[in-house]
């Protein structure tokens, strides 16, 4: 009962929030705004085409990622309650999705097409997208309270894009072929804290918020994002890679530590407190 609790407060697609049903409001609004940014993502994999040397992967790879994101989207809604309708927040945070969802498509290109070489041009268009995506995070948690639309979906929906985003920057910089394959586990590690969760059910206890993950992530986007650019000497980007990688160890270290010195009980009341507080400011 007691791992039945956690998994209900920790996964983003929850079973026991879908027998509540979702707004018919809320669910035109999530899907034309689903709709609209899909669409917004084909037009711009189009024009890409028409610049660069692509394939049919790479809009394969965009659109079936964005395709999953759609399903968790619209599996997930039920925790927007009571909220009748998508909002900004998320549509900043679906914006940074469909971002997300083009740098997986270029990744496709360079790992399978054999055409798209990772010139200055590729370069920059990537660090122009991924600096987009990154100036979005945050935006959408303070347009969530600014606009009374906070909710543990929003929040969800947030971290599961910041991951995916994450994921694919570092898998980016490991084909500039600059960086080891190490760089790597700075977009697996989060995957690996939460299949901890599925293999020792207290791993997945709720988390405080802190500010600490907030920033470390930060940086971590911005050294990738460095690395990626190639502003600085390549020497100097694998070292602020590795610090990036060890700030990422050493705070998912801190939480895994800190799990592993509650009960079940105790956390999950003191993450829902800080969750209220945090939503009503």
Do not use: C, F, H, Y
């Given at each position: 009962m007691v791992t039945k609790t956690i998994r209900n407060e920790t996964s983003w697609s929850i079973s026991g929030h879908?027998?509540?049903?979702?707004?018919?409001s809320l669910l035109i609004s999530a899907v034309s705004q689903l709709a609209l940014i899909g669409g917004a993502i084909l037009g711009i994999a189009v024009l890409l085409g028409s610049i660069l040397p692509l394939s049919w992967r790479g809009a394969v790879a965009a659109l079936s990622c964005y395709g999953v994101v759609t399903a968790l989207v619209v599996a997930s809604l039920p925790r927007h309650a009571p909220h009748h309708s998508f909002g900004l927040a998320n549509s900043v945070t679906l914006t940074r999705a469909s971002l997300t969802a083009l740098l997986w498509?270029?990744?496709a290109e360079l790992l399978f097409g054999n055409v798209l070489v990772l010139d200055f041009q590729v370069r920059w268009l990537l660090v122009f997208v991924a600096t987009a995506a990154l100036l979005s995070d945050g935006l959408d948690g303070w347009a969530a309270r600014r606009s009374g639309m906070a909710s543990d979906f929003g929040a969800h929906f947030d971290m599961e894009v910041d991951a995916l985003f994450l994921l694919v920057l570092s898998m980016l910089v490991y084909a500039t072929g600059?960086?080891?394959?190490?760089?790597?586990?700075?977009?697996v590690l989060r995957y690996a804290f939460v299949l901890s969760g599925y293999v020792r059910p207290q791993m997945a206890m709720p988390l405080l918020p802190l500010w600490r993950r907030k920033i470390i992530c930060v940086l971590q986007f911005t050294v990738l994002i460095v690395a990626?650019?190639?502003?600085?000497?390549?020497?100097?980007?694998?070292m602020l890679c590795l610090g990036g990688l060890a700030l990422l160890c050493y705070s998912f270290a801190a939480d895994l530590i800190w799990l592993a010195s509650k009960s079940p009980s105790q956390s999950i009341e003191q993450a829902r407190c800080q969750r209220r507080s945090k939503l009503l400011h």
């Open positions: 879908r027998k509540n049903p979702v707004p018919s498509g270029i990744l600059e960086i080891g394959d190490w760089v790597i586990a700075s977009g990626l650019a190639r502003i600085v000497p390549t020497a100097a980007a694998q």
